[in-house]
């Protein structure tokens, strides 16, 4: 299996893709991971329903019907690091071709994106930038499989 971290618009500040690239190459010594950035929709005077819609519409054209879709989203389930490690290690066992999270863009997701997704999960009860959430996202997935080895970096 195939993890693909998803995200609307591209990181606008160089902190965070450098954290981004450190959790990367950390992760990728136990799963294959790759980002894909879908572009964000460019009109400023456009509702925040006709935005979702588009972003939609170009995560949509993406996905393949065999993709486990999870979305990153404020009323989704929450979990401990040791709960998402439990959660990680069934869907790696289930073995989808692709696993993928989506991170949205600032408006969130459209009805047609809720509908395809299989799951939604939240980070945290508080409220993060899009941006942001890649690299807590991409920290958390690592943690995730050092407990599943029960390697020594998360401290119970």
Do not use: C
Not at 16 to 31: P, Q
Not at 32 to 56: C, F, L, M, N, S
Not at 95 to 115: H, K, N, Q, T, W
């Amino acid at each position: 299996m195939k993890i693909e971290l998803w995200a609307i618009g591209k990181t606008s500040e160089r902190y965070l893709d450098e954290g981004m690239a450190i959790f990367e190459k950390r992760l990728k010594n136990y799963v294959p991971v790759q980002w894909q950035i879908i572009p964000d929709v460019k009109v400023k005077t456009a509702e925040a329903r006709v935005i979702k819609k588009e972003e939609g519409e170009k995560v949509l054209a993406k996905l393949q019907s065999d993709d486990y879709l999870v979305l990153l989203d404020e009323n989704g389930k929450e979990f401990t690091s040791v709960e998402l490690a439990h959660w990680m290690e069934k869907r790696l066992n289930q073995s989808p071709r692709r696993l993928i999270f989506l991170i949205g863009g600032a408006f969130g997701f459209s009805d047609a994106v809720y509908e395809r997704a299989q799951e939604k999960i939240s980070l945290s009860r508080l409220t993060f930038s899009h941006q942001m959430v890649r690299l807590f996202l991409m920290e958390q997935l690592y943690r995730a499989m050092t407990i599943l080895r029960n390697e020594p970096y998360h401290n119970p």
